[in-house]
């Protein structure tokens, strides 16, 4: 069922840094793709999302840079704080199919 | 105003027994969508229910089943529970085809542990 690959599955960076998380996709058919942040013990939350038909969306400290024709996107965190710790999933969907990547644990050292 | 809300937050069931999650969906949301998160892995697609029906459904066994209420609230029920059933279960909900945005929200989840 796993249509979403995603890596590194842990991560480590030093306050101030810069955190990538990359996902690649299988079905061309997908037309969203959601990044969620999860801390412990409580649900995911969307973080940022890009539809197919741009390359790049950034909010604030946080980027996605989306290559349609390698099917792969990736997230960019600028500036990393001790307090973007969490598991990081990217996700992409069709209708109202999501599926998502197994998730990448980031820890920001002070 | 109150985000997706799930009860119970944890439970323990041992193998064989049934077991009902609820999920009251974010005010003006009127689909809901069930997952299962196993330990150190990503949500994965149950079902979804939309005026009452399940609309969509992913790569689970029958034992798994759902309803949604007229006032859009929706039940997970699982049968005969099986070890690796054991997990969080993330109710997300909608609006109906979730617009321009997308977005799911999800509840805080319901930790099933079967023994």
């Known amino acids: ?110 | 105003d109150a985000g997706v809300t799930q009860s119970p937050t944890h439970l323990i069931k041992t193998r064989g027994q049934q077991v009902t999650l609820r999920c009251s969906p974010k005010s003006g949301h009127d689909t809901v969508s069930w997952y299962q998160q196993a330990l150190g892995q990503g949500p994965q697609f149950i079902f979804q229910y939309y005026e009452e029906e399940e609309r969509q459904r992913g790569n689970f066994p029958d034992r798994f089943s759902g309803h949604q209420f007229p006032n859009y609230s929706s039940e997970l029920n699982v049968n005969a529970l099986l070890l690796g059933d054991s997990a969080l279960y993330l109710c997300a909900s909608s609006p109906k085809d979730r617009g321009n945005t997308g977005e799911l929200f999800f509840g805080e989840g319901s930790r099933l542990t079967v023994l």
């Open chain 1, 1 to 110: 069922q796993q249509q979403v690959k995603q890596s590194p599955q842990s991560l480590i960076v030093q306050k101030g840094g810069i955190s990538i998380i990359n996902c690649a996709y299988e079905n061309t058919a997908f037309d969203y793709f959601p990044w969620y942040q999860q801390f412990p013990g409580k649900g995911p939350a969307l973080l940022i999302a890009i539809r197919p038909d741009v390359s790049e969306k950034k909010e604030g400290r946080f980027t996605i840079s989306f290559n349609k024709s390698a099917k792969q996107f990736s997230l960019h965190i600028m500036d990393s704080q001790p307090g973007d710790s969490a598991t990081y999933f990217c996700a992409a969907s069709l209708k109202d199919d999501m599926r998502f990547g197994a998730g990448t644990r980031l820890t920001v050292k002070p």
